[in-house]
């Protein structure tokens, strides 16, 4: 009674605390938390619930103190250690909160609720082994409690996944064996340890033993999805090779879900098992329900087309004719007869589907079937079906929403053929033309939609953008690619909800330079959750490109959240996933996790934030020192921070844009070689970036304990010096070998992934500029572990000007205006802002560099300004060389950096009174509506715009540097 009462007298001491935190009113909690403690100094539950509050504001220091005082002391009320758990999730130290349930087991160890709550800490952190010794632990606790014991054979089923080599021969018998204990002595309760013993069956390939299963006395348990039991059954027959059972199951599942298309493809497939088996049913089998004949599979697809035709139309049999046609053709020994004509299916399916959004996608799919005189003859027949012209050659518009998808089903399915690949300029722009008016039009139709509706006709516009982007490939002339932008930009207008439109306009605002219009673009994606690993690639290559340094720093903010805070809510899914039974769903999980966990985009994104901010956020050496303390780099690990690039895996959506045209070129060759490209522009930086943190370094520990550092006495790590060496000569080893294959830019579809920088950092040299600047820190470095005055000249001489030539060369190479004009036609030099971008980034590097010169060399000067004061002679001794050559180097940059400047002012539009309107097309202004008039002055304004936000912002980076050479006197 005094013991509950105890307990109820704490809850009321914390219910004041608990209801700040929850209201967020963290500065009242942490007062609510001192007026407990003033009454009850020990209080620990309070003492954490204030950590919580202050770590919540900010003041994660403070915070940090407490927690280790209370985890030191090994509590064990529940309440403390639940407060505690919130707090190392918020900070992201899941190996605290197992150590802290583990030493309250080990005080506590028949507490059901620790020992639970210990096995989910191991589930968070993936380590199945301690999870299984953990589950067992509470088995012994609670031996009539079935998910405890099932928890330790999920975790043996979890260490298979792990180990390859162990998994047949240790880890999934011994799940097997320990599930079949269970069922012999009849302990089996829920359908969940059913599901997990037919997943260990499969995984060790045991159909059989996973058949009786299915249709035994426990498959009665298996009730939560429908026709389960027939599935499993149809699945198991398969891996059995019984494919006549497999056939009837299948045929089964299609009387229910006729449109069922997977169940389709595994009728198709056993059919023609059963087929080339030349199966037949036995005399006395009665009736048979497999379909062991091709004849005989083309009557039960009729039947179920017959059977459906005073219902809604499904497409499932229709495309399985076609299906069973394409699988028959691939086996030549088999005939194709019976199976009727592909040109007359492809009609009917027209007939049928063809005012669909799918019909298009359908046929592609199977459209190889007939040669290329049918599928001309097929669209022909197709565009008989409707009056498109009349007589005089006018236009005539649908009547209707269907006759108008009819259409558009017509255009898509041509341009895919490759029927435009023949047309002239000409006809191009006339089609284009007519495909914006019937746009116009078919907007009357959707007059009644929803603001989160896509428009009926949106396609026409797409269409007609796709054409003018050909033109602009074909003649090189950028007023076409500014026409496509405004017909798009004219179509987001009319239906924001359509994010092909979005999509597009990026890639086209990205080609002529212009990143602004990209991010308004972008947001309205509303891109949450996994699509920033997924669309992430949509403008994580152009931000920093195109000098937009400020967004780059808030949308790689925004990716990087959403992967931290993922890691802690696949973990919470995979905790209710042992906590409900959901055995099958914790591969998924798990699998879900490691492939974010392992995303390129991630990578990029932690790489490229972390460079944005040692450039963006650092005016002096001081800074940039901080920065590095606080980013906490190990330069001698693999990787800043670490990637896995064996493990990197790319989840990038490169389809997202549907152009409908037939892939001229590998459209999977083009994502490898891409995936490639990333993969070793990724390594560069990350490269970089450790060379940076690692320099910066050895400027801060210089003069501590030199000695120390330079020999690594008395640690089994290299000393920075070897590390940084060790860096340089991986960079020029990548280097040289990414030459061979990066150096010239690989030509992309505008609908594809786009290239990174990588080409022209190669091609360029950029990369001489870091490891010029390595050589003089390391020249350097041993300088000041020598004596100055007994120094080689060579030594003494360093560091060379030779980087800011370097740089000048690049300047006068990019340097020119951002209007060009040729043969009388003005056209946007779209590479300028993308090469000055990149040389300020290097120089920002070098920036960095040049501070660490000035680190080492700082206390040398005074060391000899020391020495030469002592030896009280009439003629101090000449300073060495390399003092006035490092300030001779300093000014050499100082002058570079002000030249760039001037260059990229040049850049901006407004200051220059360049004219963008010179851009657009005289014929079409011409003809232009108001309302058309108005969005092409809004897209030149925004252009116009985008131009002036990347010289202004690329300006402020020089000035910061500007600043940043200022403060490295000697």
Not at 809 to 828: D, V
Request: contains cysteine; glycine residues 4%; proline residues 3%.
């Amino acid at each position: 009674m005094a013991s509950g009462s105890h307990v109820d007298v704490n809850e009321r001491r914390l219910r004041p605390i608990y209801d700040c935190l929850d209201n967020g009113n963290n500065k009242k909690a942490i007062q609510e938390a001192e007026k407990a403690l003033k009454k009850h100094k020990y209080f620990q539950c309070a003492k954490v619930l204030k950590a919580l509050a202050l770590l919540r504001l900010g003041r994660h220091d403070e915070s940090s103190v407490i927690l280790d005082e209370i985890h030191s002391q090994h509590p064990t009320d529940e309440a403390t250690l639940q407060a505690m758990a919130i707090c190392y999730r918020e900070v992201y130290k899941l190996e605290a909160i197992a150590d802290l349930y583990e030493n309250a087991r080990k005080n506590c160890p028949e507490n059901e609720d620790i020992l639970s709550a210990l096995f989910m800490a191991y589930v968070r952190l993936g380590d199945y082994k301690k999870q299984q010794q953990t589950a067992m632990l509470l088995h012994r606790l609670q031996p009539n409690k079935n998910p405890y014991y099932f928890w330790a054979v999920m975790s043996i089923v979890m260490q298979s996944s792990e180990n390859e080599k162990l998994a047949k021969g240790m880890f999934l018998p011994l799940a097997e064996r320990m599930i079949k204990k269970y069922v012999d002595e009849n302990k089996i309760n829920a359908e969940a340890e059913v599901q997990l013993y037919l997943i260990i069956l499969n995984l060790l390939g045991k159909w059989d033993e996973a058949y009786a299963i299915v249709t035994g006395p426990l498959g009665e348990k298996l009730t939560s999805e429908t026709f389960f039991k027939e599935r499993k059954s149809a699945d198991l027959f398969s891996n059995l090779n019984k494919w006549p059972d497999a056939n009837a199951k299948f045929k089964f599942l299609l009387r229910e879900n006729p449109d069922d298309w997977q169940h389709w493809k595994n009728y198709i497939t056993s059919c023609l098992k059963i087929v080339q088996s030349r199966w037949e049913p036995p005399e006395d089998a009665g009736d048979c329900d497999t379909d062991y004949t091709i004849d005989m599979a083309c009557k039960f697809i009729s039947q179920t087309i017959s059977s459906l035709s005073d219902k809604r139309s499904l497409r499932g049999p229709y495309l399985a004719q076609l299906e069973l046609i394409k699988v028959l053709r691939n086996h030549s020994e088999l005939s194709v007869d019976g199976t009727g004509s592909p040109m007359e299916l492809f009609k009917e399916y027209f007939k049928v589907f063809g005012d669909k959004n799918c019909c298009y996608e359908d046929m592609k799919l199977f459209i190889d079937l007939i040669t290329k005189p049918q599928q001309l003859e097929l669209v022909d027949s197709f565009t008989k079906t409707l009056e498109l012209h009349n007589s005089e050659g006018n236009i005539v518009f649908a009547s209707d929403v269907k006759v108008m998808q009819r259409h558009l089903t017509i255009l898509q399915l041509s341009r895919y053929l490759g029927m435009y690949d023949s047309k002239s300029t000409e006809e191009k722009l006339a089609l284009s033309r007519e495909c914006v008016q019937r746009y116009h039009h078919g907007l009357t139709f959707g007059k009644d939609l929803l603001i989160t509706d896509i428009q009926f006709s949106d396609n026409f516009l797409m269409m007609a953008a796709y054409l003018l982007v050909e033109v602009w490939e074909e003649l090189k002339d950028q007023h076409y690619l500014i026409e496509a932008i405004v017909q798009l930009q004219k179509g987001f207008k009319n239906c924001p909800a359509n994010f092909q439109f979005k999509v597009l306009l990026i890639h086209l605002f990205s080609v002529l330079g212009a990143y602004g219009p990209c991010q308004q673009l972008y947001d309205s994606l509303e891109a949450k959750h996994i699509m920033n690993d997924t669309l992430g690639y949509v403008i994580s290559n152009h931000m920093v490109r195109l000098g937009h340094f400020a967004a780059a720093g808030t949308n790689f903010g925004s990716m990087l959240k959403f992967f931290a805070v993922n890691h802690k809510e696949t973990a919470e899914y995979l905790i209710a996933a042992y906590k409900y039974g959901s055995f099958n769903k914790i591969f998924e999980f798990v699998r879900f996790r490691e492939k974010l966990q392992n995303s390129l985009q991630y990578a990029c994104a932690k790489v490229e934030s972390m460079l944005l901010d040692l450039i963006l956020e650092t005016s002096h050496h001081q800074s940039v020192e901080q920065m590095v303390t606080y980013m906490e780099i190990d330069p001698s690990e693999e990787g800043a921070p670490a990637v896995e690039f064996g493990k990197l895996c790319d989840n990038r959506d490169l389809r997202i844009l549907e152009a409908w045209e037939k892939e001229v070129f590998d459209t999977n060759a083009a994502i490898d070689f891409s995936f490639k490209e990333e993969k070793a522009w990724l390594r560069i930086r990350s490269l970089t970036l450790r060379i940076l943190a690692c320099a910066v370094n050895i400027g801060q520990q210089v003069g501590s304990n030199t000695k120390t550092m330079n020999n690594g006495v008395g640690s089994e790590k290299k000393a920075p010096a070897e590390i940084l060496q060790s860096l340089a000569n991986e960079l020029s080893e990548h280097i040289q070998e990414y030459k061979k294959d990066f150096s010239k830019a690989y030509s992309y579809s505008l609908q594809g992934p786009s290239p990174t920088r990588l080409s022209k950092y190669l091609s360029d040299g950029h990369y001489q500029v870091v490891c010029a600047m390595i050589e003089n820190i390391l020249l350097l470095f041993k300088l000041q572990l020598e004596d100055l005055e007994h120094s080689e000249n060579e030594k003494l001489e360093s560091p060379s000007e030779k980087v800011p030539e370097i740089l000048a060369g690049l300047l006068a190479k990019y340097r020119c205006t951002l209007l060009t004009e040729t043969n009388g036609k003005k056209s946007i030099n779209t590479a300028v802002i993308e090469n000055l971008s990149l040389l300020v980034e290097t120089m920002s590097h070098s920036a960095i560099l040049t501070g660490v010169c000035h680190r080492i060399l700082k206390p040398l000067k005074t060391s000899w300004n020391k020495r030469s004061r002592k030896k009280k002679t009439d003629t101090p001794p000449p300073l060495p060389a390399v003092f006035s050559n490092f300030t001779k180097l300093v000014a050499s940059f100082d002058s570079c950096a002000k030249d760039m400047h001037v260059a990229v002012r040049d850049l901006d539009p407004v200051l220059l009174s360049i004219d963008l309107g010179s851009l657009s097309l005289a014929e079409s202004e011409e003809s232009d509506c108001p309302e058309e008039a108005g969005v092409r002055k809004d897209v030149l304004k925004s252009m116009e715009t985008s131009y002036q936000t990347s010289s202004r912002e690329v300006c402020e980076l020089i000035h910061n540097k500007l600043q940043y050479f200022n403060s490295l006197k000697l």
